[in-house]
């Protein structure tokens, strides 16, 4: 079966954590491809701080020589909000049945996935691969762990024989970049050589992204 695998945020900008994120994500879960996906308007944040062909420019150019690593623009391409459900939606019509589909969030995102829109649906449409930090834990109560109860795996390999439905956790130590802190040192002057592609970073200032007024 083949095995495609999704990364959402609002990449603004894009940092090498996100990418190394996805590089590891590929490799562990034996994808064919990891598509980034930019949001237009994200339900449960800010809008991103720069537009939607910015950051969408910036994360073609970081991923440039990494065939792996797809990006997408659907939800740039689509009016109102980012909803997760109606981008798996979207891909499972295109990819098919036989395709094993892995939606992959962090530990914060499941902790909190009861607010997100039709959230109990997301497990008809892919699987859900939780990005955690060592010591995780998984909720032990309410709506999340009771919808938990009967999807978890303990094996990659297991995701690749179901296109959809289950849930695995992935322990990996994440690089402590975020695009807020980036975002700060930019208006600051400081340097973030080597927190972002250099291609990103060269875009950045060509066109005067989050610099200090």
Known sequence: MNAVGIFGGTFDPVHIGHLRSCVELREYLGLEQVHLLPNARPPHRQAPEVTAEHRLAMLNLAIAEEPGLVADD??????????????????RQELGSDTSLSLCIGMDSLVNLASWHRWQELAD?????VVARPGWQTPESGPVAEWLSNKLLGDAACLKAEPSGRVLVREMTLLPISSTQVRSDLAAGRS????????????IHQHHLYLGK
Do not use: I, M
Not at 77 to 88: F, I, K, N, W
Not at 125 to 129: I, M, S, T
Not at 197 to 202: G, I, K, N, T
């Open 74 to 91: 659907r939800e740039l391409r689509r009016d109102g909000l980012s909803y997760t459900l109606d981008t798996l939606q979207a891909l």
């Open 125 to 129: 449409f892919a699987h859900l691969v």
């Open 192 to 203: 973030v050589r080597y927190l972002v592609p250099d291609p990103v970073l060269d875009y």
